[in-house]
């Protein structure tokens, strides 16, 4: 292969071209955009990891990119060269079907940038996969430093308050009180009230164990016949 060869096919597959059938675009052209595939899948891959790594849950999607990547590219540059096939691809993509549990909602995002890039490296325009790469990479960079008004703003922790109607009646200012020092942004859900017990519910955004303590510590004192439950999951950052 000579390095005119390998220049031609290289404008090919970052500016696109309009062959008649795939034999036009020749191997090197054909293995340069399953390259820029797979590269494109393991930048993802890495902000996936860099961006989304310390969530707890998640199914360690990013692993599987690379493969996605080439195999959607390599799809998509045989498809678009014959009707026949494309027709049939798409009759076995309807009764397909995926049930794999998507653990979260940036895995589909993600997923959705590594089918887009593959399209383009598939169509061989490599201009605008630079433009997909350089807007994603963007969009992530905002979102990490400045996560504030992406945050959920519903609490992510529950306190459950169980104790008898009568400590209810006599103790609720004080115990409001208690509530509102040691938790951050308390919101009262729910009151039950059956015979002489009475169940009470918050939802709240933040706490520290030391509050956690504090907490149970102010209210058992408060109400020492009370049973009390929190529950409190911490929101890993994006």
Same mark, same amino acid.
């Given at each position: ?10 404008? !090919? ?83 397909v079907r995926f049930r794999t549990p998507i653990k979260e909602p940036e895995e589909i995002g993600f997923i959705l940038l590594v089918i ?24 992530? !960079? ?64 933040? =706490? ?11 209210? =058992?004192?408060? =109400?020492?016949?009370? !049973? ?5 999951h911490g929101q890993a950052n994006a």
């Amino acid at each position: 292969m000579t390095l005119q060869e390998f220049t031609k096919a290289a404008e !090919t597959v970052f500016f696109g071209s309009d062959p008649q059938k795939i034999a036009d675009l020749g191997l090197v052209a054909l293995s340069l955009a399953l390259l820029a595939s797979f590269g494109c899948s393991l930048l993802w891959s890495w902000a996936y990891s860099v961006f989304y790594g310390s969530r707890s849950t998640g199914s360690n999607i990013h692993r599987s990119f690379p493969l996605i990547g080439i195999a959607v590219a390599a799809i998509f540059i045989c498809v678009q060269f014959s009707l026949p096939l494309s027709l049939g691809l798409l009759g076995s993509l309807s009764i397909v079907r995926f049930r794999t549990p998507i653990k979260e909602p940036e895995e589909i995002g993600f997923i959705l940038l590594v089918i887009a890039s593959s399209l383009c490296c598939a169509a061989f325009n490599g201009a605008f996969l630079l433009v997909i790469a350089a807007t994603s990479m963007l969009a992530l !960079t905002i979102l990490h430093w400045s996560p504030g008004f992406m945050m959920r703003r519903g609490g992510v922790g529950s306190l459950v308050l169980k104790c008898p109607a009568n400590d209810y009646r006599d103790k609720l200012p004080q115990l409001i009180s208690t509530i509102e020092r040691h938790l951050q942004r308390p919101a009262f859900d729910s009151l039950t009230t059956l015979g002489e017990e009475c169940v009470l519910t918050w939802s709240f955004q933040k =706490m520290t164990p030391l509050h956690c303590a504090e907490l149970q510590r102010e209210l =058992m004192e408060k =109400m020492p016949q009370a !049973t009390l439950g929190v529950y409190y999951h911490g929101q890993a950052n994006a």
